[in-house]
């Protein structure tokens, strides 16, 4: 029996094609050689930063079981979210 990674659907194994091997080699050593989850998690970050700093410029309510959010708040999420962002981008590319 073959071994056939996890990452890789066995069908596309037993196709012999040049072009699907040549695919194969280039996204198993991409997720060999980078971290996928901490990539997804540094997004994630990314995007809640993101979102802290469009408060922060637009300055819309928000309210949360009848209270109304302050903006220094918005700031304190936008440091630590982008700091999270940056470092687990960094954890990601070694």
């Not at 040549?22 to 991409?30: D, F, M, N, P």
């Not at 220094?72 to 590319?93: D, T, Y």
């Amino acid at each position: 029996m073959r071994k056939t990674s996890h990452f890789w659907p066995e069908s596309l194994d037993s196709s012999g094609s040049k072009l699907l091997r040549k695919i194969k080699v280039v996204v198993l050593s991409w997720v060999m050689q980078t971290k996928p989850v901490t990539t997804i998690a540094a997004a994630l970050f990314g995007v809640a930063a993101i979102i802290h700093l469009l408060r922060l410029i637009l300055r819309f309510p928000v309210v949360i079981a009848g209270f109304l959010v302050p903006l220094w708040v918005n700031a304190i999420g936008l440091g630590v979210a982008g700091w999270l962002a940056w470092k687990l981008s960094e954890e990601a590319s070694e």
